[in-house]
């Protein structure tokens, strides 16, 4: 195939000789011709693509009312398609670009034909892995994808697509089938699932935390097994790191998480209240039914007097009530009347079994603030209330006995 007719040619030959061009030079003037050619076309292409084409879809998304197309249209992604366009003209040209060159050397040909296939799948690669990207942008965005564990997800796509560019290079290179090539690493997926190991776990681990909801970040989580207490702050494809309360950091692997238990509490944080659980051991000798004195001392005191008035005094099935039971019943009230305690979740005040400690009694309720401090706060000043309150009632907590008690003695 011949790009200029002879007579054509051996003008410009002469021309260029008379010129000062050497004969070698003269003689490849199709060649050079062609690749000026091929130059110019892929200098024009790039020119529609980047200031016609991509110009144009950017008006469009502009005037559009969806949110995905920003990203999926934005400069960068438009960019790594339009870069497929210069190897896949290069490669269409490539006919020409050899019959005008007069190439015979066959390792010439080769060499030049498979660079330029590289090429066309280094150019998809980048471009796949881009829109990947953004993908990852769009959905970490979105409120209902806010901090799920799905960096894991865009890191194994990362990793797939290197693979199979690596196979299609490797493949290009050895001038065989991919499909072939698969086959014969069939014998080394041992091995390769061995050196991928946390890699593909991680990857199975990722995708049951995110679809099953079971962790993002942002959650405060407790594994006791492995002495993990504190904020998750990022999750990848084979790492979870945990920032502790002492900011420490620890990181472990994605799949201990779903092999081994460990308690969440960010359901607590969603559901608006968090647990006081606590018990307090009453002096079973203190015991005692309840008397006029002692219920009339109760409503004249300030401090019990509101807690006291209108409380019923009786039980169910009839009998006398005693102190202790007048006890638990105003401290219910206390609490149910608190501004600081979330009264939509449950609350009670029971006992529990006797030991030689004495008796507990147990206040079982949720505060509304879920956050470590004002929680800690509110549980300090009940049970200090609740402590301070028993003696009204003529009841003792029970303590062990201490040297300053054996002092007194």
């Known amino acids: 195939m011949k790009i200029f007719d002879n007579s054509i040619k051996v003008k410009i030959y002469e021309q260029l000789v008379e010129w000062g061009m050497s004969e070698p030079m003269a003689e490849a003037v199709d060649g050079i011709i062609i690749l000026l050619y091929l130059f110019l076309l892929i200098f024009a292409i790039n020119i529609l693509l980047r200031w016609v084409v991509m110009r ?10 969806a949110s995905w197309d920003d990203v999926f249209f934005d400069e960068k992604v438009m960019q ?36 330029v296939d590289i090429l066309i799948v280094l150019a ?3 471009f796949v892995n881009r829109l990947l990207k953004t993908s990852y942008y769009l959905l970490v965005s979105r409120p209902s994808w806010h901090g799920k564990p799905i960096k894991g997800l865009l890191e194994t796509g990362q ?26 690493l069939g014998a080394s997926a041992a091995v390769i699932s061995f050196i991928f190991k946390d ?79 606590r018990s307090l051991n009453i002096d079973m000798t203190s015991l005692d039914f309840l008397s006029d004195e002692l219920l009339g001392k109760l409503s004249e005191n300030s401090v019990t007097k509101e807690l ?22 105003a401290i219910k009230r206390y ?19 006797p030991t030689e400690w004495g008796l507990p009694v147990e206040l079982y309720l949720f505060t509304a603030a879920v956050d470590w401090v004002p929680h800690e706060n509110l549980q300090t000043e009940i049970i200090s ?21 054996f002092k007194r003695v």
């Open 199 to 277: 890699s593909l776990m991680g990857l199975i681990a990722g995708v049951q935390l995110s679809l099953n909801n079971m962790l993002k970040e942002g959650d405060w989580i407790e594994m006791p097994s492995r002495g993990i207490d504190g904020m998750v702050v990022d999750v990848t494809l084979t790492t979870i790191k945990i920032r502790g309360w002492n900011n420490t950091l620890q990181t472990i692997p994605p799949y201990l998480l779903v092999s081994e238990p460990f308690d969440n509490w960010q359901a607590m944080r969603d559901a608006g209240g968090r647990r006081i659980k």
């Open 56 to 65: 144009g879809l950017h008006w469009v998304v502009q005037r559009t009312h």
């Open 80 to 115: 790594r398609l339009a870069g497929i366009a210069t190897p896949v003209v290069v490669k269409l040209m490539l006919p020409l670009v050899e019959a005008g060159m007069e190439i015979t050397q066959p390792w010439m040909l080769a060499v030049l034909y498979k660079g």
């Open 385 to 405: 209330y609740v402590i301070a309150l028993a003696p009204y009632f003529d009841l003792r907590l029970y303590q062990a006995p201490s040297s300053a008690d």
């Open 124 to 126: 998809c690669l980048r």
């Open 159 to 184: 990793v797939l697509i290197a693979l199979v560019g690596i196979i299609l290079i490797v493949a290009i290179l050895v001038d065989k089938s991919p499909v072939g090539l698969l086959t014969g």
């Open 308 to 329: 006291v008035e209108g409380l019923d005094t009786t039980l169910p099935e009839g009998g006398r009530i005693t102190n202790l039971e007048l006890y638990m019943r």
């Open 335 to 353: 609490i149910d009347e608190h501004p600081r305690v979330n009264h939509k979740m449950i609350s009670m005040v029971r006992q529990l079994q």
